[in-house]
């Protein structure tokens, strides 16, 4: 079967994120005085073939804690969206 | 002794510290391909400044993977030097060798220029050469050089004295303002626990020979060989 995943990777809670805190800013500067707080994440979309949505989550978890994410400084969420077709080339 | 320079696609200062090594401090030099999956007849590591596989991901991410890296764990769990410089400290936290992580530098630039840093602890193998709480000059150019280790962390590694080297000013205060990157602590070095492992962001390799205009960097390899030449006199 072929699936679509898409990892979401957020810097965890107290861990300084230069690049939100300078969108905030820039942001801010805009106008948009109401926002007060921005975090920047990573988003990764996998195509991938596995048995099923247990198999795929078995193999996500295990991409993600391997090589995709760092677990000292980051968390990681994702959606696994079926049926996905392969497009041909 | 004999150093081994770890080469990985994009590594921009292996030849530099090879030529430290061989040339300024005449030790006995090789340079290892990433591919090799031994670092046998070395007896300290080097892992170089650079932009290994182009930073993707996270700097040091995919670096950690190499086959040499297998090698090189190994040979830290055996108690081996290793130094890790800039990228190479960056490979070694991401490989779990040193406890942390890196994060874009707070003001979200490259920094590259000669910095300040206090020892804070002269008594290990890599710093045994500088007094204790000596200010000394090295230059750091990175993008993701900004220390992070949470609380209990940094408790940990104070009590251990693995917090070797932090940013300072010129006359040695230790605040934000001599702080070029965001770092928890100003924190530019660490060793392990057992402290066989360094990992410093500065580049004591651009600044151990007299041309240079600045040797403050040469007492780190030198400090090994004088750890290595005690072994091997106290071992007969």
């Known amino acids: 079967m072929e699936y679509m995943a898409k990892v979401l990777i957020k810097l965890k809670n107290g861990v300084l994120d230069p690049q939100g805190k300078t969108i905030c800013d820039s942001i801010n500067a805009l106008g948009f005085a109401g926002v007060y707080d921005v975090r920047v994440g990573k988003l990764i979309e996998l195509k991938l073939q596995g048995k099923n949505e247990k198999d795929i989550s078995k193999q996500i978890e295990r991409m993600c804690n391997k090589l995709l994410v760092n677990p000292v400084i980051e968390n990681f969420e994702y959606e696994i969206v079926g049926g996905y077709k392969r497009k041909n080339k | ?236």
């Open chain 2, 1 to 236: 002794m004999k150093f081994g320079v770890v080469v990985f696609p994009g590594s921009n200062c292996d030849h530099d510290c090879y030529h430290v090594a061989k040339d300024i401090i005449k030790q006995d030099a090789e340079l290892i391909w990433h591919k090799h999956t031994s670092v046998d007849g070395v007896d300290c590591v080097i892992l170089p400044g650079g932009f290994s596989y182009g930073d993707y991901l996270r700097a040091g991410a995919i670096a950690r993977f190499s086959p040499v890296m297998k090698a090189v764990k190994r040979f830290a769990d055996e108690g081996g030097l290793v130094i890790g410089i800039c990228n190479g400290f960056q490979i070694l936290l991401e490989s779990g060798l040193l406890p942390g992580a890196m994060i874009w530098n707070r003001d979200l630039k490259f920094v590259c220029k000669n910095v300040y840093l206090r020892v804070e602890n002269n008594n290990t193998v890599f710093t045994n050469l500088y007094k204790k709480e000596e200010i000394i000059s090295i230059p750091i150019a990175h993008f993701q050089g900004n220390y992070y280790a949470d609380g209990g962390l940094l408790n940990r590694m104070k009590d251990n004295g693995q917090i070797v080297l932090k940013y300072c000013s010129r006359e040695g205060s230790i605040n934000s303002e001599s702080n070029p990157n965001g770092s928890v602590a100003n924190i530019a070095g660490i060793v392990s626990k057992r402290g066989n492992v360094l990992g410093m962001m500065p580049h004591p390799e651009r600044c151990s020979e007299a041309v240079f205009g600045n040797t403050d960097g040469l007492r780190i390899f030198q400090s090994v060989t004088e750890h290595f030449k005690k072994n091997i006199r106290e071992a007969s």
